[in-house]
């Protein structure tokens, strides 16, 4: 998917708002359950309410989520934008190293999750086994070879995208994570 430029995160205090693997953890989780109270994400991660609310709020003031309005006296919380993407192209050096901070923590989160998933993939009914799992390649392609594949591959994740909405989930249908990282080995001299 193309990324227009305005979508990307340039300012440096958001993206070191991001440099915190647990924040990471908890858009993952608003991203799959929907909104939740900072209670509801305490029980989710096994973290301390408090330390969810505190993290909520900071992934709040830099419009990460927001408030579910009109809830009463609960208080949900829920994603305020659906992708989070940046480059460090373009930035300064103090923007730089908060664009890498915030790739290593959602790194970080991430192969965290995908250990977990593996340790528990055998407790998944057997559709679901035959599923889940880790595919490589390589591939020897010029850099506009490479922006292509990745556009295909985008388009067919895509596909499902409205699904976001519950109410038009088949049933059956579970959050399942792509998590498609696309690397260049560094150039060598012969």
Known sequence: ??????????????????????????????????????????????ESVASCSYHLNMLAKYGFVEEVPDQGRQKPWRLARRDQSWSSLGLDQEGALAAEAASEAFLEQEFASIRERFRRRELEPEEWRRVVGIDATLNFLTAEEARAALEEVREVLRRHADRVDPDARPDGARPVRFLLATTVMPKRDN
């Open 1 to 46: 998917m193309y990324v227009a430029e305005s979508d990307l995160i340039r300012d440096p205090k958001a993206l070191r708002a991001l440099a915190h693997p647990f924040r990471w953890k908890l858009i993952a989780v608003l991203s799959g359950e929907g909104p939740c109270t900072a209670t509801r994400c305490a029980e989710l991660t096994g």
